[in-house]
């Protein structure tokens, strides 16, 4: 038996009961919530359970979150001036002390000193350290506890971690770090240098420090490579440098931490080596002493010492220099030896898919990074799952609730009642814009057998300007129509798709005809750090 469709029913999700039956799940918005569960069985739909009431805990919590923000924005009733910023950019905000005295710690404090007056004057406190817009929006989450980060800058991310940290908001410490890294991986990478200092000023941001320090790692360019490398702190870069599996060779080491050094002392150093004075040395050997233990002198080749550090000796220590010159004049009687650096592990890892294997993300990977198949990898990638559709539903609407604002990931269709393979990569971020967005880096492909991960074809972009389909009624999309995914069909309950060759350099099809959609996965890369 068919149902019949009400416009008050709205598709939430799809997914399995426990012996595996298909099931579809559906919202009645009307005077009582309900659910309407639609069950797949026999190519028709039977209405398996009717008006079954939602028990959730947390029903009303919602309203609870806007009265408290109407309390906050309530001019009668507030007994605390909050004075935030510094001249010229103050603004006073009103609070409650009650509500201020349990959801931060700092500010109980600062209020177990700042208690109302007898005169009837109110208490003020001053938070000189804090930016106005920013403490506005923590103000609304103390009150509400809502916090939206996707619609701020990296700046005003890192801004809002750093208030969090003064203010001793642990939770929000621990989200902000994970938005961080979960959905602005680019933006990190595009200013490394500033959230690496702001991570090793304060340790309550571990999670950040290591992600921050495992990249630096796995791919050291992009600190040194940074115009503002030369601004860190000697603690963070002494954190690099002794670290292990830091991917560089150690004349490179030597290389970055003497141009560190020298940009110290910027203007007091003469810019060619031979004319230094035993001052400029002296003054030199001072700013690297600390650096000095931690670069792996004894894995120089004779051929980099006598070219790269020798004309440096008088900033090395004298029994250092001494022993190296031994060592490199007689390598058998080694007077020291330094710990080797831990080339990357680049082996395949298992991937949670049920499309592809670890084959194909080799393969898809080198197409990432612009290689050969038959290349070696060097920067291996972690596809890490974000959205499946037998998981977490067909419809358009799930997957830019789940992948919207997430960048680098790749696109995997299995094709219904075929071996066929389908797939794309959009290094960008995903956006519900309804237009375009431009890149020179996505592509589109296809594997026609399973097993037979060789048989492919790989179409990269040639109008940048419709690379990526950001429309908020499809799924993801590549193109001009290239490859379109559109979600759930209501009236076979099938999920389909298009392929017709517009904005790509080939058609990955060999027909252009409508087809359904088995499952389909999307997963963002991640660095593999060792």
């Known amino acids: 038996m068919m149902p019949i469709f009400n416009p008050s029913l709205v598709f939430v999700q799809e997914g399995k009961t426990d012996d595996n039956t298909p099931i579809i799940l559906f919202e009645k918005h009307g005077g009582e919530n309900q659910q309407f569960i639609l069950q797949k069985w026999n190519d028709s739909l039977v209405i398996e359970n009717?008006?079954?009431?939602?028990?959730d805990n947390y029903r009303f919590l919602p309203k609870l979150s806007q009265n408290f923000l109407?309390?906050?924005?309530?001019?009668?009733?507030?007994?605390?001036?909050?004075?935030?910023?510094?001249?010229?950019?103050?603004?006073?905000?009103?609070?409650?002390?009650?509500?201020?005295n349990y959801r931060s710690p700092y500010l109980r404090r600062?209020?177990?000193?700042?208690?109302?007056?007898?005169?009837?004057?109110?208490?003020?406190?001053?938070?000189?350290?804090?930016?106005?817009?920013?403490?506005?929006?923590?103000?609304?989450?103390?009150?509400?506890?809502?916090l939206s980060l996707k619609e701020y800058d990296i700046t005003n991310i890192i801004e809002l971690l750093v208030t969090a940290n003064e203010l001793n908001l642990q939770e929000l410490i621990?989200?902000?770090?994970?938005?961080?890294?979960?959905?602005?991986?680019?933006?990190?990478?595009?200013?490394?240098?500033?959230?690496?200092?702001?991570c090793f000023e304060n340790d309550?941001?571990?999670?950040?420090?290591?992600?921050?320090?495992?990249?630096?790692?796995?791919?050291?360019?992009?600190?040194?490579?940074?115009?503002?490398?030369?601004?860190?702190?000697?603690?963070?870069?002494?954190?690099?440098?002794?670290?292990?599996?830091?991917?560089?060779?150690?004349?490179?080491?030597w290389e970055h931490v003497l141009k560190w050094g020298i940009a110290q002392n910027s203007g007091k150093l003469p810019s060619n080596i031979e004319d230094y004075s035993k001052e400029d040395f002296s003054t030199l050997k001072s700013t690297l002493q600390q650096c000095i233990p931690h670069i792996r002198f004894y894995n120089l080749t004779s051929k980099e010492f006598a070219e790269k550090v020798f004309p440096y000796k008088k900033v090395l220590p004298k029994e250092l220099c001494k022993n190296l010159l031994l060592t490199l004049l007689n390598p058998d009687d080694?007077?020291?030896?330094?710990?080797?650096?831990?080339?990357?592990?680049?082996?395949?890892?298992?991937?949670?898919?049920?499309?592809?294997?670890?084959?194909?993300?080799?393969i898809i990977s080198k197409w990432v990074d612009r290689l050969e198949t038959t290349d070696e990898l060097t920067y291996p990638y972690e596809f890490k799952l974000l959205f499946r559709g037998s998981r977490d539903g067909f419809c358009p609407d799930k997957f830019h609730e789940?992948?919207?604002?997430?960048?680098?990931?790749?696109t995997i269709v299995k094709v219904k009642d075929s071996n066929e393979i389908l797939g794309g990569y959009n290094p960008l971020?995903?956006?519900?814009?309804?237009?375009?967005?431009?890149?020179?880096?996505?592509?589109?492909?296809?594997f026609n057998n399973k097993d037979r991960n060789e048989d492919y074809i790989l179409s990269r972009i040639k109008d940048y300007q419709y690379a990526i389909d950001n429309r908020s009624h499809y799924g993801p999309s590549f193109g001009n129509g290239d490859l379109i995914i559109w979600g759930l069909d209501i009236n076979t309950f099938d999920n389909y798709c298009n392929v017709h060759k517009n904005s790509y350099e080939k058609s990955i099809r060999e027909t252009e005809d409508r087809f359904f959609v088995e499952e389909y996965e999307v997963f963002r890369l991640m660095k593999i750090f060792s």
């Not at 237009?435 to 592509?443: A, G, L």
Request: charge should be negative; charged fraction near 25%.
């Open 174 to 198: 621990t989200y902000i770090q994970s938005f961080l890294i979960e959905n602005r991986a680019d933006c990190i990478e595009q200013n490394l240098d500033l959230i690496y200092r702001t």
């Open 110 to 146: 600062k209020l177990s000193t700042n208690k109302k007056n007898n005169d009837g004057t109110l208490a003020r406190i001053e938070l000189p350290n804090i930016l106005p817009e920013i403490f506005e929006i923590i103000l609304r989450y103390i009150y509400g506890g809502r």
């Open 70 to 100: 109407e309390i906050l924005n309530d001019d009668e009733y507030y007994d605390i001036n909050i004075e935030v910023g510094n001249d010229p950019r103050v603004k006073t905000f009103h609070a409650h002390m009650a509500i201020l």
């Open 204 to 253: 309550s941001f571990l999670d950040l420090q290591k992600y921050c320090k495992d990249l630096i790692s796995n791919e050291p360019d992009k600190l040194f490579g940074s115009p503002n490398f030369t601004l860190i702190p000697e603690k963070l870069l002494i954190s690099v440098i002794q670290h292990n599996n830091l991917q560089m060779s150690e004349i490179q080491v």
């Open 334 to 362: 080694r007077k020291g030896e330094s710990k080797p650096r831990i080339p990357k592990n680049i082996e395949s890892r298992d991937i949670d898919s049920n499309i592809i294997t670890s084959q194909h993300v080799n």
């Open 429 to 446: 971020e995903w956006k519900s814009i309804n237009r375009y967005s431009t890149t020179k880096d996505s592509f589109i492909f296809s």
């Open 402 to 410: 789940i992948c919207d604002l997430r960048s680098r990931t790749v």
């Open 50 to 55: 009717a008006a079954t009431n939602i028990i």
